[in-house]
T-cell receptor
Framework: GAVVSQHPSWVICKSGTSVKIECRSL??????MFWYRQFPKQSLMLMAT?????????EQGVEKDKFLINHASLTLSTLTVTSAHPEDSSFYIC???????????FGDGTRLSIL | GQQLNQSPQSMFIQEGEDVSMNCTSS?????WLWYKQEPGEGPVLLIA?????ELTSNGRLTAQFGITRKDSFLNISASIPSDVGIYFC????????????FGKGTRLHILP
């Protein structure tokens, strides 16, 4: 149980393109979803926390207009990297927390490469 | 901000050896979590700890929630090649706070 699916797993696109990443909880309802960014050989850095039906809470230093988060249902959250540039290249990982759980369950991540 | 100090940063061990890693913090946590991440994948939850002093096992893995609530350790017994990966500790400060804070990870290498 507690499977989180993230799509796509790999994206390569040109600078200036907007990229949407989906995060779905497949077998549970996720009241809260989280978006992380991870650079090579580093730890996970929380970007934002989103609750279903409300605006996401962004961590300090994360640009809201750059990283648009939508949490439209209890099983789906999306992260859109708008007008992506090479410095946005990274590994983006989502996680979800169920109603009666404390731990977060992670997706397999999306490797974003901007040329 | 709150930090988790995870050590060691990396380990090179022989197959069959036991492994021990730990996390400490100056802050008190109400939940400790241990995750494993393999290349190109998201972290997978190994063990969750909710009470001070709690000792929990998951197969060859054992983790404990420190009495002071400021530390936790993870032990792996009789390591095997598939144990290779990065192990992260993570802590949650309060029941009301959804966020968890990650340590910097321990990279485990197993020599044949």
């Amino acid at each position: 149980g507690a499977v989180v699916s993230q799509h796509p797993s790999w994206v390569i696109c040109k600078s200036g393109t907007s990229v949407k990443i989906e995060c779905r909880s497949l077998d549970f309802q996720a009241t809260t979803m989280f978006w992380y960014r991870q650079f090579p050989k580093q730890s996970l850095m929380l970007m934002a926390t989103s609750n279903e039906g409300s605006k996401a809470t962004y961590e300090q230093g994360v640009e809201k207009d750059k990283f648009l988060i939508n949490h439209a249902s209890l099983t789906l959250s999306t992260l859109t990297v708008t007008s992506a540039h090479p410095e946005d290249s990274s590994f983006y990982i989502c996680s979800a927390r169920g109603v009666f759980e404390q731990g977060q369950h992670f997706g397999d991540g999306t490797r974003l490469s901007i040329l | 901000g709150q930090q988790l100090n995870q050590s060691p940063q990396s380990m090179f061990i022989q197959e069959g050896e036991d492994v021990s890693m730990n996390c400490t913090s100056s802050s008190i946590f109400n939940t400790w979590l241990w995750y494993k991440q393999e290349p190109g994948e998201g972290p997978v939850l190994l063990i969750a700890l909710y009470k001070a002093g709690e000792l929990t096992s998951n197969g060859r893995l054992t983790a404990q929630f420190g009495i002071t609530r400021k530390d936790s350790f993870l032990n792996i017994s009789a390591s095997i090649p598939s144990d290779v990966g990065i192990y992260f500790c993570a802590g949650q400060l309060s029941w009301r706070d959804d966020k968890i804070i990650f340590g910097k990870g321990t990279r485990l290498h197993i020599l044949p």
